[in-house]
């Protein structure tokens, strides 16, 4: 039997069926009195009355969890929308990355974005690959925090080395992340034309996959606008590090 199945199983009701099959033929077999089968009743639906409840309180916390992240997303998405920037979607995730990929341009930087994301070639694929590929794409970046090397090495090193324009990858900067935030941007260092995204990483904004934090949601920094001034500046000091 699949175990997703067999843990999905209602085993509260079953026991509680058996119970009563038993107590049913223990009577048939005149083994037990009326007493005791009205006492064995009033515990199984005591339980079951027990179970309802705590059933009640789970839905009560996650739906109050539905709305505190509702609430969120509805106060990211007017305060930035004021500035000239966009909150992405979990639907809309991978449309919006791969077409930001596609307008890169220029000095491309990846800063704090988990080495992890990229472990599926599908990702490198479609967000990293087109950015080597891309002769208007003069060079990419990597800043990643010390404890994160390995990872680098192993899923995005190790793919970058085996690609056309690995040459336009950096040396990676090792640089600790105070803010928690992830960053991917091109035109960086320039006066116009910087667009970039950002991961938040925090709950409800992320979701742990394998141990890792993986972003559900992103905000499109768009050109020109309130923010992406302060974001670039962001990134600027970074890249003074090098």
Not at 82 to 104: E, V
Request: aromatic share 10%.
């Amino acid at each position: 039997m699949n175990i997703k199945r067999l843990l999905k199983t209602d085993w509260e009701i079953i026991a509680g069926i058996l119970a009563a099959v038993g107590v049913i033929i223990l009577k048939l077999l005149h083994l037990v009195d009326a007493e005791i089968m009205l006492t064995l009743a009033i515990v199984l639906l005591a339980g079951l009355f027990l179970r309802e409840l705590r059933r009640e309180a789970v839905f009560d916390h996650f739906a109050e969890n539905l709305n505190q992240i509702e609430a969120s997303i509805t106060e990211l998405t007017v305060h930035y929308a004021d500035q000239g920037s966009t909150l992405i979607t979990p639907s809309t995730m991978n449309d919006s990355m791969r077409a930001f990929t596609q307008r890169a341009k220029g000095v491309c930087v990846f800063k704090h974005v988990s080495p992890f994301m990229f472990s599926k070639d599908s990702n490198f694929n479609a967000f990293l690959k087109p950015m080597l590929e891309h002769d208007t794409v003069s060079e990419v970046i990597f800043i990643i925090n010390e404890d994160e090397k390995d990872d680098y090495n192993r899923y995005v090193k190790a793919k970058i080395d085996t690609c056309d324009g690995a040459a336009k990858v950096a040396e990676v900067i090792i640089a600790e992340n105070p803010d928690g935030n992830g960053i991917i941007a091109f035109n960086c260092g320039l006066a116009e034309g910087f667009e970039a995204l950002i991961t938040f990483m925090s709950e409800p904004f992320m979701v742990k996959f394998n141990e890792r934090w993986v972003p559900k949601f992103a905000l499109h920094v768009l050109p020109d606008s309130e923010v992406a001034k302060q974001v670039s500046d962001n990134v600027r000091k970074y890249l003074a590090f090098r």
